[in-house]
Each structure stands twice: as C-alpha cells, then as structure tokens.
C-alpha cells in the first residue's frame, strides 16, 4: 500500500508540476505574443514616415523623415519616463501614479509597457503628420512630448486602465479607435488650427489649391505598410493569446480587419469615381483618395474588430468612408490645412468607429437591442466626445503658448525655401557637384544665411538658382 | 482510504485540466503561427508593388502601384465571399460548397481563412504582373475577382482540401508551386497571349527590345520583401506549429528555402556572366537577372521543401533557373510581351518545382526508387499539368469576352501617354507647379481630353510638353 | 482496489504523457521563436541594401543594391557549408568539427542554424559597407566568403559555443556587440584601409570631403528598417522563450533596446546642435548624424541589454555617442575612407559595449562591485580586443593577397564612370529613349568598350554625354 500512495504522491506533484509549467508556458506564450505584435506595430513608424515623405513636397522631404525618427527617440523615452505610469499604473480613475521611469516595474508588466508604448508612438506619429511643410522643430518637440508623456496616456488610463472611469462606466473600444485614432486626429487638428495653412493652400477667393504628393512610389509604401501593421494593431490589442478565447478573438479581428478595410477602400473608388464630378469627367480613378478610404477603414475597424460579425465589419467599412469625407469637407470650408488629410481620417473615422462598434458590435444596439446596449451606445457616443475634447483643448494650451512666443511654425522664407535646406542643410536628393561641373558653375556655399537669399535646390528636375525676395 | 481515494480523483482531474488546457494551449499556438506567418506573407503583396513600379517605365508607376493596392481590396472581398468556400469548404472533389460569405465558417477556422488568403492574394499578383503599361481597368478588375473567387480556389481545393480530386490521387504540393506559382503563371500567360505585347516591345524583325526599369531601387526592395516574405511562405504551409513533427518540418523548410534561393541565385549569376555572349562581351554582372534566379528559386522549391535534403534544395535551385531560361526564350521567339518576366518564373520554375518534388524529395525516385515514388511522380506531373491547363483555360475564356468587347487593354494614345495621366490624373513624380514658375508658363489643363492633346509628362529628365499624333 | 490502482496507473501515465506534450510544445515553441525573430532579423539585410544605396551617389546604386543581394545568396550557401560547422560544432576551444555542409546535423538544430546564419549576414552586411563605390567583385565576393565562412564563425565559436575558449573564460556578450559589430567593424577598418579613399574623398591638404547621399529616403527606409530589426536581433539572442526565465528576459532587452537606441540618438541630436561649430552657426540638424548616432545605439546595447536595468541602457546609450564620435574623428584623421560611417558605428560602439556590459550590467562592477565583476570586466575587455584584432588580421591577410594581384578595387576610369554602368550595364534610375526623342539622339550602344569613351549617365538630373579623359 506504501508504494502505492507514493506513486500517488509523486503523480500529484507531477500534476503540480505540469501545471505550473503550464503556467509558465502560457506566460511566456503571452510574451511572445506582445513583442512580435509589438514589433510590428513599431514598424508603422516606417509607414508613417514615408507616407508622409511622399505626400510633401520634394523641399521638405528629409524634414519629414527626421521628424518621424525623432519621434521614436524623444516619444518612447518619455512615455517610459512618464506616459506608462499614467497610463498604467494603479491610480485613480483620472491617471496612473505608479511605474513613473520604470520604478518598481514588475518585470511581467514590461512586455506590456513595450506594447503599449508602440501604440503611443501611433498616437503621436498621427498628430505630426498634420504640420508638415510648416512645422517648427520647438513646436514639433514641445508637442510629442505633450502628446506622449500626457495627452495619449491620460486618455489611455481612462479608457484601458480597469481604474480608468470611462473604462467603468463601460465605454468600449478595442484597439483604439477613439483612444489613439480619435485622439491623435483631435490633437491634429487643434494643432493644425493654431499653426495654419501652408503659403498657398487656400486662395482668398476660398479656393482650395491641391499640393500635389512629390513621389506617389513613396506615399504608396506607406500605405502598404500601414496594411502589413493594422492586422498586427488590432490583432496585438488582445494582449493576450493563452487564454482559450484568444485564438478565436484574434482569429476574428484579423479576418474583420481586412474585410472593413477592403470595403471603405472600395466604397472611396466608386464614391469618387462615379458620384463626384471629377471622376466623372476626367474618367480617372484617384489613387491619393483610395489610400485615404483604405486609412479609414483601418481607422473604424479597431473600436468593435472583437465584436463585430463580418458582414457588419464591411457595413462599417462603406459607412466609415462617408465621416471620412464629412469631416474632409468641413477641413476645407473652413480653410484648416492638414498636409495629409490625417484629421478627416483619424478623428473622423476614430470617432465613427467607436460610435459603430456600439451599434455593430455583437452587444449592439442592433444585434442585441436592449437597455444595457443603447446605455453602451450612449457610453460611447459620450466617452468618444470626451476624449476628443480632453485632447483638443491639451493641445490647444501647447499651441496657445508657443503663438504667444511665436514658436509654432517656421519664417515665411523658410517654408518658402523648404525645411530641407532652412532646417538640416539639407537635400533629400543630392546630385553631386563634382558629377555636374559645368552645369553648376560654384558650389553651394556653405553659410546658410547666404543660402537663404541665393539658394540651391536640387530636385527631380533640375538644378537651378533662385532668387528669394 | 477515503482521503487517499478523493486525493486520488483530484489528481485524476487535475490531469484532465491539464490535458484541456495543453490541447487549447496548442490551438492558440497555431493560430498565432497562421496569424505571424499570414501577416508576412500579405506583406510580399508590398514586394510585387515594389518589383513591378520599378520594373515600369515612369509613365506608369502610379497604375502599377494603384492596381497592386486594389488587390488587396478586391481581392480579399471575393476570396472572403466565394474563394475560401470554393477551395476549403466540405464538397465534392471538384469544389468546396461550404461557408460561402463565411456564412457558418466555425470560429476556429477563421485563422486559416486568413492565411489562405494571404496566399490567394500572392496568386492574383502574379498574374497581374504580367499586364502592365497597357491592361485595361475592367480587364484587371474581371482578371482579379476571376482568379481569387473561381480559378485559384478550385485548384486549391483541387490539391490541398482533403476532398480535392488531385489531394486523393496522391498528389503533393506544399507550398503551393504548383498550386500558387503555376497557376498564376499559367493565368498570365493566357493573359500576357490575349491582352498582346506594348508597343514596340517587338520590331517586326522579332528583335526584343527591353523595357528598362525606370527604378532600380524600386524594384530591388521588392526583391528584398520577397526573401523576407519566402521564408514566412513555406513555413507557413505547414499550417500548424503545435504538433510533434511540426517544429522539425518547418526548421527544415527554412534551411532549404535558404538553400534553394541561393543555389538559383548563384547559377543565374555564373550563367548570364560566363556562359551568354553579352555577359562575355560587356563582362558584366546584370541585376534584374540575378533578381530572376532568386524569385525562380523562390518558386522551385515550394513543392517540395518539407522534403527534400538540403543537398536536393541546392540541386534543385541550381536546375530551376534553367527552367526559367527556357520559358524565357520561349516567350521571346513567339513575341509573348510579359512585363516582369513572371511566366518564366512562376510557370516555368512552378512546374519544375512540382516535378522535382516528386523527384529529388525523401520519397522520390532517387531517394526511395519504387513503384510508389514512380507513381508519385506521375501523378505530380499530370497533376501541374492539369492545373496549368485549368488555369491558363479559365482566363483565356475570360479574356475572349474581354477581347469580344474590346475591353482588354487601353488605347494607344493612353498607352503611350502612360496609364499614371491617362488613367489616374496622377505623376508618380511631381515638382510642384508654384515652385517652377517661369519654367513652364501655363498651368496643367485639368480636363484630360485637352491634356490627351497637349500633355505634361512629370518624370525624372524634365518638365516638357508633347504633342501627341 | 485493482480498479482504483488501474485508474491510478492511468493517471499516471495521463501525466507522463502531458509532460511529453509539454516538452514537445516548449521544443517547438522555440523554432517558432527562432523562425520568427530570425526572419525579421534577415529582414534587416533590407535595411543595409537600403541605407547604403541611398547614402552612395548616384552613379554607384546599383552596384550597392547588386551587392547586398548578392550576400544573401553567397554568404548563407558559404555559412551553412562551412560557418555553421566552425561556429556550432563539437570540437576544440578555437572552432567546432561537426556539421560541415549540414551533415548529420540534427534536426533539433537546424532553427537554431538558421538564425544563426542571419546573424552572419548581418556581420557580412557590416564589412562590405565600408567598402561601396570602388571595390572590385573579386575583392567583394572573396571578402564574403572569408567573413561568412572562416572570421565571424570562429569569433561566434569563441564566445557563444559552450566550447568556446572565451566563452569558458567567462566572456559576456549577450546579442553581439562583439561578436558581430566589432567583428564587422574591424574587418571592414582592414578592408577600407587596404581599399583606399574614393578619389576626392580627402584634399591633398588633408581636409574631408562629404560625399553626400544621393537619396536621403532611401538611406532613411533602411534605418527605418533597422529600427524594426534592433529589437528582434536583442530579443532572439534569447535563442529560446519556454524557459521560465525567458520572457522576462526578452522583455527587459526589449526595453533597454527602445531606451538605448533614444538616448544614443538624443545625444547625438543634442551634441551636434549645440556642441559643434557647424551646428550652432548654421542652426541645423543633421539627419545623417542623427542616424549615426541611432545605429550606435543598437549596437552598444546589444552585449549587455539582458543585464542593464533600464536606467543604465539610458547612460551606456549617452555615452555610446562618444565611442562613435572618437572613432570617427580617428578615421578623418587617418583619412580612411568608409562609405557609410560603419567602422565608428560598429567597431567603436561594438567595443564600447562589450565593455559597458561589465561596467553597467547587473553583476557589473558598479551594480555588484567584486572581485569577480572586476575579473568579468577584464575578461572583456581583453575579449573584446582579441576578437577585433583576429577579424582585421584575418581580412587585411586577404587583402594582401588581392592587393598583390592588384585586385582589391576598380580602375579609376570605372570609378568615375560609377559601378553600376561600368560593372553592371544598367544605371538605377533610367528613362526610356523612346520617350525623349529629340533630346538624346542616338541609342545608347551596347557595347561597354565605346561607353567607357562617350557614355551616357542617367540620374536625376539629366540626360548627358560625358567624355572620358
């Protein structure tokens, strides 16, 4: 009998054992799973970049560039130092207060800290992409460190901390449509307002003048970047893959992120082929405006991608075209420049979205109309709202400041000669000298302030000299 | 005895939770590898924009990367609506008949409907990337939902679902060389056939005159993405990561994709250098064709790569590239005009791949000579052949109504404007009017039947106007 | 009771078999690591292709993008033929025995070779950086050989295989700042020392002249792609990720990666802007520098990112700069020619860090101060030195050999033609000669012997005809 109830003691404490290494392994698992996630969505960095890069003109190009790296230095140290504490740690229902430069971090809330810093860096990688062109570096700093530290966070705290009071009030949004997407485009915009157009843009009469991308091969991979990294976003928002429901969740936002993508991607192609008169006239098919249909499809799918059956995904893909536009025409009658159309997408779109997934969603008003789901409509409607003010009016201070101290955008001469050679000293593409002697006669000189009055730009075309007034 | 026999049932139930939990914790792993895998492999989409936008002419950059964008829109939608049910629903052995619209679709396949159609998609691009510089809209948008909601999926079903005629006949195709590249192979040959060759493409002598890339970077990055992309493909095919064997498979099919891509790589280097009149004469080393025996690589050892030894990866990449040269040779002497080489590598390397799988693998006729190898090899050669002819019929069919129509390509005039004005209004290349006044006098017409007359072309040289015939 | 003890036997062997299914799902759980990690890894041959085309002008592209592909191929059929065997084989302190050509390599390994072999190609991609726009093809492909085949696997078998003599002596180098970087770095010093300058990199008077990169996009997509990279190449050093440990090991170097590279970067920001002359007089901020100054924050971080707590990879990242800055200065003085700033970045920051490691690392001499954390200091201190001198000797013995035979760069008249027409026949950027009738009026000849006289160069700028002296 003795061996018996041995054996039977060393068979319990092998069960102990599988299942704390079970545990273990499903820690690990979830690791894993965050840092490859993670990784791609850092990845969206890339898009950013070049979308933007692209959509300038080729005399800003390498400003672009160094503002979208500068964001992933500056930005992830202060969200470490800062931003994941008032996101993340325990607190009150306003904001964390714990983890503030990583102090007393549990080492299993680190991969997390790591993921939810990739999102932050979308946040603020949206807000910038509106002030190219004009942008002053004191601005742009003063502002990704704002958005990063306080801003994101905060409404992160809210929405995803279980201490948050919108998370208790029961405002539901997945992967951010309101609480990154809404927020940058909200941020954008009041930043926009407060710098103002680009020389050019808007003609008195109220004319709105197109400035055209400099290189479409560059915007486009961007955007394709964008496609590889929102399934990883809205996959990756699941935090988890141990648990038995993951597979299924991340299974289902994968499938319905392609779905609302493709479908506002389509809805744009036919808008504006068939029912605008441009397309019909010239008979074209606008590819700067598919890409903004596609964006916003990736924008209203994070709110309700856990949620939404897939037919409904590409009910809100169609619709999510249709804020997209709304809010672009609102851009333009009230003459509010945005140098990539990030404002009509992310705020319009993110705001939609958060609205739709209420509505859409599983526990929506329409799949499962109840009390309880219209109380989550009216939840979200509200915490959408709130989150966009909260976010308008932080940036808004900023920009009142830097007005004040006439720090928010460059001279007129220097948007005039571009923030390539004003800012950097230098050209994004670059001919050399050597190579061209006799077409160019000297060598830029090498003092800026002579530059700014007799000035080579090397672009595409052509080398030339221009006289600045 | 009681306490000993309750203990005893507790562990017995313990054992249970462990067992439960192990088998959901597998599942969730093999979702995650189908979600890793499958974002990679959508991400080769960003590799076909890229090859092929540099491959063109500046002319038509914007087309190429607007039609490759569209795909992933397109593309999913149908596969998603008809495609997956076609290829992986239970039916006959002809087709699948289940989860059309994913009506039904349980939630734990949602992951490999995900992954299968990243793999569509990778089918569809191929055979548009025969068409550039002078498809038409309609025709590509017909080609696009013919190949992704019919002809792929059924040769699919055909050799993958546990159904499929050719999957019970023994045929074997891993990674999909012949059920992926040489179906879109085939397809584009019917295509490139149907839709004839760009002007000038072949004097009436029969001289080839080659099209250079305008983008040599361009196109190289879509060569990187590809052998970042082929890795994740192969392995991919496995389907599953939790099983006994599968680690081992997939270890092995990263070796040999390596292998194979390399041997290809290298046979096409020596062979252009040494053994061809020009690569002697010049004594240079040619980029696009080294690019070749990579992708070739690429496809040839698809079928097989759970297979083979690695010896047989770097015979079999060194054999692929002649099956390139071959197809290649080919379409010059009957004038094929095939914008990106894709027939000779996909068709070409894509039935080779699938014939040398039944040849070099472990259970080949080399390395187990039997009546059942012999048999397999057989059934593989019928099998390519079948799906080739399937394939290449199914658009011939298509393009016939096309053709009927006059609907499968562009005019001449918009060819040689280039499709980038024709088609989209939009330069892939633009300076920006306001920065070049004095250069060009007048701005550009907006309407296109004036600016079909009296054009500017924005490309790298300059800025100038043509006057077409 | 036989009942109960049969049932009792069955849970037993219920729990031996849930510990072999776990065993297999930890097994597997780790290829599926080391497949992904490892392909992101390779991925960031992408990004060298890229940055260093894009800083090269723009006559030499590519001739650059030909050669980073080209390493792919040569570089893994060289490592898994020889490299994997001398790095990871049974055998002596100085290098393994086993494996050549793959032989008998166990299955269970071949993840582990695989991601191995991408990290070869990243020390492969770090030599030849230095080396772009004069070296020959013979002096490159031999070059790689010798890297991939012989140097970097015998420093890789030194200090990561358990037989390893630095290894057993107690050098610490968790993801390669040795290993790799200062291993590249050093042998990449040989090679720009034997090569020599570009002619006009440096003025008799001995000052520099910057050559400046023809594309800034380009080089910035491959820092981008870097940046992707950094933390996948720290992370998957961890080789495994079902140990207890594991995860939160790799979510430290997670962390300490993100933190490094900002702080790395913001010092360079800071140090350029307000600390150098050309700085402050022209008010700019220099992109290249910034870049520079990233990359040497992947670099220092990787020897001790598993051991710095987070504040200490902030300092090693601050100081990191300088170890760049000195090298740097060392090379202008030396008037060495480096294409790309890889020998300060890699070799500076790569030593630096295998010390810092010592220094800041939690049993490092400050965190843990002892005799045994002062011997580990000089362990790789001395390590260190010792891998960096066998990797320029092994090389400069190469280039003694090629420099004999006058092999180790390109004529002048070729220099100046630029690689990609002398060598390769096709310039990178190309617009069609049909297109611009009336501007060229002839055909461009096919012979390179009539081109190396009266040749026509394709850049941005415009089409010309240059005369050869």
Same mark, same amino acid.
């Given at each position: 009998?003795?061996?018996?109830?041995?054996?039977?003691?060393?068979?319990?404490?092998?069960?102990?054992?599988?299942?704390?290494?079970?545990?273990?392994?499903?820690?690990?698992?979830?690791?894993?799973?965050?840092?490859?996630?993670?990784?791609?969505?850092?990845?969206?960095?890339?898009?950013?970049?070049?979308?933007?890069?692209?959509?300038?003109?080729?005399?800003?190009?390498?400003?672009?560039?160094?503002?979208?790296? #500068?964001?992933?230095?500056?930005?992830?140290?202060?969200?470490?130092?800062?931003?994941?504490? #008032?996101?993340?740690?325990?607190?009150?229902?306003?904001?964390?207060?714990?983890?503030?430069?990583?102090?007393?971090?549990?080492?299993?809330?680190?991969?997390?800290?790591?993921?939810?810093?990739?999102?932050?860096?979308?946040?603020?990688?949206?807000?910038?992409?509106?002030?190219?062109?004009?942008?002053?570096?004191?601005?742009?700093?003063?502002?990704?460190?704002?958005?990063?530290?306080?801003?994101?966070?905060?409404?992160?705290?809210?929405?995803?901390?279980?201490?948050?009071? #919108?998370?208790?009030?029961?405002?539901?949004?997945?992967?951010?449509?309101?609480?990154?997407?809404?927020?940058?485009?909200?941020?954008?915009?009041?930043?926009?307002?407060?710098?103002?157009?680009?020389?050019?843009?808007?003609?008195?009469?109220?004319?709105?003048?197109?400035?055209?991308?400099?290189?479409?091969?560059?915007?486009?991979?961007?955007?394709?970047?964008?496609?590889?990294?929102?399934?990883?976003?809205?996959?990756?928002?699941?935090?988890?893959?141990?648990? $038995?429901?993951?597979?299924?969740?991340?299974?289902?936002?994968?499938?319905?992120?392609?779905?609302? $993508?493709?479908?506002?991607?389509?809805?744009?192609?036919?808008?504006?082929?068939?029912?605008?008169?441009?397309?019909?006239?010239?008979?074209?098919?606008?590819?700067?405006?598919?890409?903004?249909?596609?964006?916003?499809?990736?924008?209203?799918?994070?709110?309700?991608?856990?949620?939404?059956?897939?037919?409904?995904?590409?009910?809100?893909?169609?619709?999510?075209?249709?804020?997209?536009?709304?809010?672009?025409?609102?851009?333009?009658?009230?003459?509010?420049?945005?140098?990539?159309?990030?404002?009509? $997408?992310?705020?319009?779109?993110?705001?939609?979205?958060?609205?739709?997934?209420?509505?859409?969603?599983?526990?929506?008003?329409?799949?499962?109309?109840?009390?309880?789901?219209?109380?989550?409509?009216?939840?979200?409607?509200?915490?959408?709202?709130?989150?966009?003010?909260?976010?308008?009016?932080?940036?808004?201070?900023?920009?009142?400041?830097?007005?004040?101290?006439?720090?928010?955008?460059?001279?007129?001469?220097?948007?005039?000669?571009?923030?390539?050679?004003?800012?950097?000293?230098?050209?994004?593409?670059? $001919?050399?000298?050597?190579?061209?002697?006799?077409?160019?006669?000297?060598?830029?000189?090498?003092?800026?302030?002579?530059?700014?009055?007799?000035?080579?730009?090397?672009?595409?075309?052509?080398?030339?000299?221009?006289?600045?007034?």
């Amino acid at each position: 009998m003795t061996t018996s109830v041995s054996s039977q003691n060393d068979s319990a404490l092998s069960v102990h054992v599988a299942h704390e290494e079970l545990e273990n392994l499903k820690k690990n698992m979830d690791i894993f799973f965050l840092i490859v996630m993670g990784s791609i969505v850092f990845f969206l960095q890339t898009g950013f970049a070049f979308y933007e890069s692209g959509s300038v003109r080729s005399k800003n190009v390498t400003n672009v560039l160094f503002l979208n790296y #500068l964001d992933t230095s500056i930005g992830s140290l202060v969200y470490l130092l800062c931003g994941y504490a #008032l996101a993340f740690g325990e607190g009150n229902g306003f904001c964390g207060t714990q983890y503030f430069a990583l102090v007393d971090l549990p080492n299993g809330k680190m991969a997390h800290c790591f993921f939810q810093y990739t999102f932050s860096a979308t946040a603020v990688a949206v807000v910038k992409s509106a002030l190219h062109e004009r942008c002053s570096m004191t601005a742009y700093i003063t502002c990704i460190i704002t958005i990063s530290g306080v801003t994101y966070p905060i409404v992160s705290h809210w929405a995803w901390s279980p201490f948050g009071w #919108l998370c208790n009030m029961g405002y539901r949004d997945f992967a951010g449509s309101g609480v990154v997407h809404a927020t940058g485009g909200s941020a954008a915009l009041a930043a926009a307002l407060m710098t103002g157009p680009r020389t050019g843009r808007f003609d008195t009469k109220g004319d709105v003048n197109h400035i055209q991308p400099h290189s479409i091969p560059q915007a486009a991979l961007g955007a394709f970047i964008f496609l590889f990294g929102a399934i990883a976003f809205n996959a990756g928002s699941n935090l988890t893959i141990s648990n $038995v429901k993951d597979g299924q969740v991340i299974s289902l936002v994968c499938l319905n992120t392609l779905i609302c $993508v493709a479908a506002a991607t389509a809805t744009s192609l036919i808008y504006q082929r068939y029912c605008t008169a441009s397309g019909r006239a010239l008979n074209n098919w606008n590819f700067i405006n598919m890409l903004n249909g596609s964006f916003t499809g990736m924008v209203v799918i994070c709110a309700g991608c856990d949620q939404y059956p897939p037919w409904a995904a590409f009910v809100v893909g169609c619709l999510g075209y249709f804020a997209f536009l709304i809010v672009l025409k609102a851009m333009h009658r009230f003459q509010i420049d945005d140098a990539t159309n990030c404002v009509p $997408v992310q705020l319009g779109g993110g705001y939609f979205g958060v609205i739709a997934a209420a509505i859409f969603g599983k526990n929506g008003i329409i799949l499962s109309p109840s009390k309880s789901s219209a109380y989550g409509l009216l939840v979200n409607i509200f915490g959408g709202l709130v989150i966009i003010i909260f976010s308008f009016i932080s940036i808004l201070l900023l920009y009142g400041v830097l007005r004040y101290f006439n720090l928010h955008r460059v001279s007129a001469q220097e948007e005039k000669l571009g923030l390539d050679l004003a800012i950097h000293n230098q050209a994004a593409y670059h $001919v050399d000298e050597k190579e061209i002697k006799g077409i160019v006669p000297v060598e830029p000189t090498r003092n800026r302030d002579s530059q700014l009055k007799n000035i080579y730009i090397y672009n595409y075309s052509k080398i030339r000299t221009i006289a600045m007034e």
